[in-house]
């Protein structure tokens, strides 16, 4: 009975050694420096201790957007617009989320939109698709009014904009 738990407990060590050795040596090779070992290790240990205090929990797992809905998503896709550089911005397929919490009075917003990109002209005739070409993804700061919840455009941040084939 004894020899079992000496093995698994030496099987445990084992793995835990591996997995470490793996880490830094990975970490050398991205980085292509020396690892931080003491910086890795507490990291790691404040991750797993994360886990189990109950007011940390939101921050240890990782929640879904919750969706929104903004009173002025034509100014909002204007500047999207404006930003990103494309030819149109479709608000009817614009995707506001967010990840705080709906109760607060200013929320940071995700917004998804597809683009369109200019008429292509081909041997004199213009062929206007209505497929789009780009998806924008930028984020801004909204926060309640008296007619809803409103995304200030003064704060909408391109953050990429995906070419889609």
Request: charged content about 20%; aromatic content about 6%.
């Amino acid at each position: 009975m004894a020899n079992k738990i000496l093995r698994i407990l030496l099987v445990i060590v084992l793995f835990v050694i591996f997995f470490e050795v793996g880490l830094f040596s990975s970490y050398t090779i991205i980085t292509a420096e020396a690892p931080n070992i003491q910086g890795l290790i507490d990291m790691q240990i404040s991750k797993i201790t994360g886990i189990f205090i109950p007011e940390e929990v939101d921050d240890a797992l990782v929640k879904d957007p919750t969706l929104v809905n903004i009173t002025n998503k034509k100014d909002v896709g204007l500047r999207m617009e404006e930003l990103s550089k494309v030819d149109g911005v479709n608000v009817d397929s614009m995707n506001i989320t967010t990840y705080d919490d709906t109760d607060n009075k200013n929320l940071t917003v995700n917004i998804e939109a597809l683009g369109y990109a200019s008429p292509n002209s081909t041997s004199g005739q213009i062929v206007i698709s209505q497929d789009p070409s780009y998806k924008v993804i930028a984020t801004g700061q909204a926060s309640f009014k008296e007619n809803g919840l409103r995304v200030d455009e003064k704060s909408i941040n391109i953050n990429s904009i995906l070419k889609l084939y």
